[in-house]
């Protein structure tokens, strides 16, 4: 790959509790770039929801994509996709090969990304990177103690695709007050483990009354996932997003052992948190 291109990365959303609020960037990869498309990349045309968003921010002329991140399966490739061609639409205007645009820009991009996908936690981690909470249009970065940032995210992805639309319809129009305060206070141990480096804390801290209950029996084997995952020695382990791929946290070291228990009808990617977010790459 020649010249300067935007890399953003994948995100997991909702984190247990933390539903439609709280995201974590990945380090799985959208590559975007102006010109014509290198070898193994995609020359994006206007059906495409990267080259909407390059061209909602005022990029003009040819792009590309290159992605890595699976779609459909809960790990934000359309928020990342978004966010990365708003980026480089941004850098485009910038007329420079730094990061510096993005960063200029990370307001419009976010407000841009958040009105297509429709929610922003994905958008918000994909463009800050780490882990973020996203509050009436803001982003606030979680502190991520060295423990914390050196866990394995293992991430099992079943074959099965999911339609964030069609899952949020499972999902009830009324909160019962006390499933209300349960998530608050998982949502809160949750970022307090972060906070705190202190993954003891994390035990507990993605359970969910809020959404997981409605959308884990829409995805053969992701209840069993989740058990097996928190059986063997995870600290903690959700439903990326709306599904349908399981995420969990843990010791890079117990990360293999972890992925060999996992359901067959799914495979498995140890990936890790990604502390930097969207921006260009030489």
Wanted: aromatic share 6%; net charge negative; proline share 5%.
């Amino acid at each position: 790959m020649t010249g300067p291109y935007v890399r953003t990365p994948a995100s997991s959303a909702n984190l247990g509790a933390g539903f439609d609020v709280l995201g974590m960037a990945l380090n799985v990869y959208a590559d975007c770039g102006l010109g014509a498309a290198p070898d193994g990349a995609q020359q994006l045309d206007e059906h495409h929801p990267g080259r909407r968003a390059f061209e909602a921010l005022g990029g003009t002329g040819p792009m590309w994509m290159r992605c890595n991140i699976p779609m459909a399966r809960g790990l934000g490739f359309s928020g990342a996709a978004r966010v990365g061609a708003a980026a480089l639409a941004a850098v485009q205007s910038g007329g420079d090969s730094s990061s510096r645009s993005i960063i200029d820009s990370a307001d419009r991009i976010l407000a841009l990304v958040t009105e297509l996908e429709g929610h922003g936690d994905n958008a918000a981690a994909s463009l800050h990177g780490g882990v973020t909470a996203y509050i009436d249009g803001k982003v606030v970065a979680i502190d991520t103690g060295p423990t914390m940032a050196a866990a394995s995210f293992v991430a099992w992805i079943p074959e099965a695709t999911t339609s964030t639309d069609a899952s949020r319809k499972t999902l009830g129009a009324q909160v019962v007050r006390s499933d209300a305060v349960f998530n608050i206070g998982r949502a809160i141990q949750f970022v307090a483990a972060f906070q705190q480096d202190d993954p003891g804390l994390l035990v507990g801290a993605s359970d969910d009354r809020l959404h997981q209950a409605h959308r884990l029996p829409l995805v053969p084997g992701a209840a069993d996932a989740l058990e097996a995952g928190i059986a063997h020695g995870a600290w903690a382990g959700w439903l990326s997003g709306s599904g349908p791929t399981v995420g969990f946290l843990c010791e890079a070291d117990r990360a293999e052992q972890i992925g060999a228990v996992l359901p067959p009808n799914g495979h498995v990617k140890v990936l890790s948190i990604d502390a930097v977010g969207c921006r260009v790459e030489i």
